[in-house]
């Protein structure tokens, strides 16, 4: 497994961590302190920022899992790849892609896209 791999499963283990001490932990390992994540519903700056964002989702979408949907897509500093939220072993409820920059082994910026939304969400 690639170095961008691994870093790509930390942050999808920071998105399916449960205890806000340990999630800030995974995120220190996989990003930036400034790290930028911007999607369809939220922009936010600073780890803190990301961190109270996958707290909302968890909190929308309790008990999901968030788990990468294709194979890491990477060259130079940046990577893509699709994920899926959903029940453990069960259809997504929510899926879409993100590309990441890479500054000096951690993830310094986020752009995510939604491909499919439950409605009313």
């Known amino acids: 497994m690639s170095d961008t791999n691994e870093l790509v499963q930390r942050y999808i283990a920071a998105w399916n961590e449960t205890d806000p001490t340990a999630r800030q932990a995974v995120l220190t390992e996989a990003v930036t302190d400034d790290v930028e994540y911007t999607d369809p519903l939220v922009s936010v700056r600073g780890k803190e920022g990301l961190d109270a964002t996958i707290a909302a989702v968890k909190a929308q ?11 890491v897509d990477a060259h130079h500093d940046i990577a893509r790849f699709t994920w899926h939220l959903g029940p453990q072993g069960g259809d997504p409820v929510v899926s879409g892609f993100d590309v990441v920059v890479i500054d000096g082994g951690r993830i310094s910026r986020v752009l995510g896209f939604l491909d499919t939304v439950p409605s009313g969400h």
């Open 61 to 71: 979408f309790s008990g999901m899992v968030l788990s990468l949907g294709s194979a």
